[in-house]
T-cell receptor
């Protein structure tokens, strides 16, 4: 069965610092990968997706993620955190022809 | 812009009641999904539909049913609500590309969720 592991249920960074949210997946074939963000009292919004084109994917709000097949990882980064980045982030994997599986989520806190 | 609308943001019901959660999308998407979201568990798929009147069970279908009579509308039904169904419910939709299966590489678009409390 496919699975997604997000390391760290809570991550805290200072404003202006690097954001790194970790995601590892298990899949027998290279999957499609997604990062979503959820702001309080809202649904999920797509940040970016990997679909086997470039391994470095750029998304909205300055976020990017790099697909590393050898490490089965798809970590999300942003060079400089902003207060408005505080939210919950979900990594999701869609093995081709199979279901979309979500990680448990990482709550990002940004300190001023 | 893409729009998925869930009929209620907050809902309070009593145990044993039959509960209907409604979802409408305006993107002419073939696929629609119902998830429940619980702290520390992420999103878990309850049911999905890939066409009108078509439905398939997700990972946690017990205690739920769905209805899709029109392409734009997907309803989740709690047949006899129980306290363990208190949760956030999220509806989503996605386009069907014809490659890679139903879920493929098309992102899912989400509604704002319904926070359901069963007393």
């Amino acid at each position: 069965a496919q699975s997604v592991t997000q390391l760290g249920s809570h991550v805290s960074v200072s404003e202006g610092a690097l954001v790194l949210l970790r995601c590892n997946y298990s899949s027998s074939v290279p999957p499609y990968l997604f990062w979503y963000v959820q702001y309080p009292n809202q649904g999920l919004q797509l940040l970016l997706k990997y679909t086997s084109a470039a391994t470095l994917v750029k998304g909205i709000n300055g976020f990017e993620a790099e697909f590393k097949k050898s490490e089965t990882s798809f970590h999300l980064t942003k060079p400089s955190a902003h207060m408005s980045d505080a939210a919950e982030y979900f990594c999701a994997v869609s093995p081709r022809g199979n279901k979309l599986v979500f990680g448990a989520g990482t709550i990002l806190r940004v300190k001023s | 812009d893409v729009k998925v609308t869930q009929s209620s943001r907050y809902l309070v019901k009593r145990t044993g009641e039959k509960v209907f959660l409604e979802c409408v999308q305006d993107m002419d998407h073939e696929n629609m999904f119902w998830y429940r979201q619980d702290p520390g568990l992420g999103l878990r798929l309850i049911y999905f539909s890939y066409d009108v009147k078509m439905k398939e069970k997700g990972d946690i279908p017990e205690g739920y049913s769905v209805s899709r009579e029109k392409k734009e509308r997907f309803s989740l039904i709690l047949e006899s609500a129980s306290t363990n169904q208190t949760s956030m419910y999220l509806c989503a939709s996605s386009a069907f590309t014809g490659t890679g299966g139903i879920y493929s590489n098309q992102p899912q678009h989400f509604g704002d969720g319904t926070r359901l409390s069963i007393l």
